[in-house]
């Protein structure tokens, strides 16, 4: 089942596998086709220390 924080942490083929169920985690595993460096540049990209300080300040000043 995907969700909201699915997407934000994976990048479909790039950064992992997205899937609907048993099957496709199945096939998804005998790929293994996911480059370590690939992910490491999404999570570089998503998750820097600005950017989470960022998001924090935005959810706080909403509340």
Do not use: W
């Not at 099957?23 to 005998?30: E, K, R, T």
């Not at 999570?43 to 706080?60: H, L, S």
Request: hydrophobic letters at 40%; glycine letters at 6%.
């Amino acid at each position: 089942m995907r969700t909201e924080t699915h997407l934000e942490l994976i990048v479909d083929g790039v950064s992992g596998r997205l899937v609907a169920d048993e099957d496709g985690a199945i096939q998804a595993a005998a790929r293994a086709d996911v480059s370590r460096d690939a992910c490491r540049c999404v999570y570089e990209q998503r998750f820097t220390c600005e950017r989470m300080v960022n998001a924090y300040e935005q959810v706080y000043e909403g509340l």
